[in-house]
């Protein structure tokens, strides 16, 4: 059942979905020399396609996109590894489709995450691709292919850029790059530099990168699943427990992404940083800020709370700095927002991916935003995402 997620005439904006990349998206735009080096789809030993990347290695399966051509949701994600273009809604890799796809929902504008071929951070191509000049490469043909979709679209459809984390300096560059030259809204990042032999994120060789991302005005996106993830999970993965499992969990995730934001410091030496923990949902949230305001009282010291924190607690940093979005919940959506602030949520469909806002949920998530006073509804579906994005009103 398609139709519009609300009656309203608001410009709506989906803050979270994702684009399951054409085949050409890096061949079409590659230097010749590179043409065989960068992302590809093969046929190969496999007996379906597959993408592959420098002399053969595999990334995987050529979409995660368990969406039908119907708009039905595969259930499961039964072959998803042997999917073709053909098995998934047209929608999840084709421009015109898209945005169709849109104006069937109401929606104006829509936010692109990279799907599970890079990882939502660049952090599969960091691990698979040895080569970290071709990594770069292959991260900046991305941004490029991004810009173009965007002009397309007439501005609907806004992909986030990549970043080369694993040179700061290169990282701040491309940050430059994509916000000025590209014109690009923002920037998905990874949670864990550290975990590569970089360094955490709060330390001092970091400053110029969250200060380039201050002075442009970049939303910064941390995406859940973009970082670190290991599932501690017991279900079994044949009859679907294991993704239901593991996929519950992940939502909670950006808990330690925004706890390491706040109490690092990071967000105190940057006030003007736009941050975005994605595809997370919001029921979780108003308990995380109870802890952290219940740890700073606990655990910091005074001189610390006095000299260093001002007094300012845990939770307003949060209301002045991130933004959080939801999709599938009901229960108690309005009242985590009058605890969040209205300033602070935004919506989502995550479309194509296995959770996302299928049509059989239209009804659903409709009925869940007619329960939101007008203003509040008109900040969650387009003003809040407008001002995190740049977007104009």
């Known amino acids: 059942m398609a139709g519009s997620y609300t009656t309203d005439p608001i410009r709506i904006v989906d803050s979270d979905s994702h684009l399951t990349e054409p085949p050409g998206l890096w061949v079409d735009r590659a230097p010749a020399a590179l043409r065989e080096r960068v992302p590809r789809v093969v046929e190969g030993r496999w007996g379906h396609p597959r993408w592959i990347v420098d002399d053969g290695i595999d990334l995987g399966p050529i979409s995660y996109s368990p969406v039908a051509p119907d708009g039905s949701r595969v259930a499961g994600n039964v072959g998803a590894a042997e999917f073709r273009f053909e ?14 796809w849109l104006d069937d929902r109401g929606i104006h504008q829509q936010v692109l995450f990279p799907n599970t071929l890079a990882g939502f951070g660049a952090v599969r191509f960091y691990e698979m691709i040895a080569d970290k000049d071709l990594c770069s490469v292959c991260v900046s043909i991305y941004n490029d292919a991004a810009a173009e979709i965007q002009e397309e679209s007439g501005g609907r459809l806004l992909p986030l850029a990549m970043i080369p984390w694993w040179d700061i300096e290169q990282a701040e560059k491309e940050i430059h790059r994509a916000r000025t030259d590209l014109g690009l809204v923002g920037i998905s990042m990874p949670d864990n530099p550290h975990e590569h032999g970089l360094p955490a994120l709060h330390r001092p060789e970091w400053k110029r990168f969250w200060s380039a991302c201050e002075d442009s005005e970049a939303a910064v996106a941390f995406h859940i699943g973009g970082g670190k993830f290991i599932p501690n999970v017991w279900a079994d993965p044949a009859l679907g427990e294991y993704q239901a499992t593991a996929t519950s969990n992940s939502f909670l995730t950006n808990s330690w992404v925004v706890a390491n934001l706040i109490f690092s410091g990071v967000l105190l030496r940057h006030p003007r940083l ?113 001002r995190l994005f740049g977007l104009s009103t």
């Open 87 to 100: 098995d998934v809604h047209k929608g999840a890799y084709d421009l015109t489709a898209r945005l169709g």
């Open 274 to 386: 736009k941050v975005f923990s994605a595809e997370t949902g919001i029921g979780w949230v108003p308990f995380l800020l109870e802890a952290m305001d219940y740890q700073w009282h606990e655990n910091l010291t005074s001189e610390s709370k006095r000299d260093v924190w001002k007094g300012v607690l845990p939770s307003e940093l949060f209301r002045r700095n991130v933004y959080v979005s939801f999709w599938f919940e009901q229960q108690g959506v309005a009242h985590a927002i009058e605890l969040l602030g209205e300033d602070n949520v935004m919506f989502e469909t995550d479309f194509p991916h296995g959770t996302s806002l299928t049509d059989r949920m239209t009804e659903q998530v409709s009925n869940t935003l007619a329960a939101l006073r007008p203003g509040v509804r008109r900040r969650v579906l387009r003003d809040n995402a407008a």
